[in-house]
Every structure is written in structure tokens, then in C-alpha cells.
């Protein structure tokens, strides 16, 4: 992943976006089954005082269904320390998701090149969902 660009929020001036918060939405494009959510941060610009820029802090990976019109969540992390570039993996509680989305109430480091401004930035999101089970074999 050196190098990669993904996706980069509109600035904010402070890492408390929780009034407003930032949110990130895949569309799965079916219903299906996830196991687990991998995030992996910017790595193309450094950090204020080194480590990963925009990665999120305090956020919910929360999943719906098609048709559905309210989300559950599926995952609250609050105080994640900077991953230094590294993809971080987070398991989900949920079934039957058809959209994704990461919603930032606090926001990670600023980039060096930007040290008033805080955005929410990521490389990629990975989906890992359920793989379907074996039919039991009869003799």
C-alpha cells in the first residue's frame, strides 16, 4: 500500500468532529454476511510528530440492509492509537449487510504539510465476509 491516495475528507480544525461527524459508506452491492472490516490508513503523507495521518480515532463501522433505512452497529472503537501506516482489522457483530459505513466523531493527527487542519483519511476499506458453509456429506 506505499504510496496509495484513497480517500481524503474536507479539513476540519479540530480532531472533535463529534457535533459534526465524518462518515465513509461502501454499498456491498448484495446482502451478505461480514466477518470483519480492514482498514488500511494513508500512507503517502506523514503525520504531525511522525505516525499515520487521518486515521480515525473515535468511530463506528455500522452496517444496513438493502431497503433498510436504519443502521446497526457493528463495531465502536474509541482511543485507537496511531497505526504507523500499518492496515488495522476490526471484527464485526452483524449479519445481512448490504452497506458499510465508518462514521469518525474524532479524528487522528494532522498531516505534517497541514498542522491546523484534521481530516479523515484512508487508503482502503477491505470487506471479509462469511464464506458459505459445507453441506454435510452422507454415506
Do not use: C
Not at 10 to 33: K, Q, R
Not at 67 to 77: C, D, E, L, M, S
Not at 110 to 123: G, H, I, K, P, V
Amino acid at each position: 500500500m506505499t504510496g496509495a491516495k484513497g480517500y481524503t475528507s474536507t479539513d476540519f480544525s479540530s480532531a472533535d468532529v463529534s457535533t459534526n461527524p465524518m462518515w465513509v459508506e461502501i454499498d456491498l452491492g448484495a446482502d451478505t454476511d461480514l466477518d470483519a472490516a480492514h482498514l488500511f490508513p494513508r500512507t503517502d503523507t506523514p503525520a504531525e510528530g511522525g505516525g499515520t495521518a487521518g486515521f480515525p480515532v473515535d468511530f463506528t463501522l455500522q452496517t444496513r440492509t438493502d431497503g433498510g433505512t436504519t443502521y446497526t452497529t457493528a463495531r465502536t472503537v474509541t482511543g485507537e492509537p496511531n497505526p504507523n501506516g500499518a492496515a488495522q482489522t476490526y471484527t464485526l457483530t452483524s449479519a445481512n449487510v448490504h452497506y458499510l459505513r465508518l462514521t469518525a466523531t474524532k479524528l487522528g493527527k494532522s498531516a505534517a504539510d497541514e498542522a491546523t487542519r484534521y481530516r479523515l483519511q484512508l487508503a482502503e476499506i477491505r470487506v471479509v465476509w462469511q464464506r458459505p458453509r459445507a453441506e454435510p456429506r452422507t454415506a
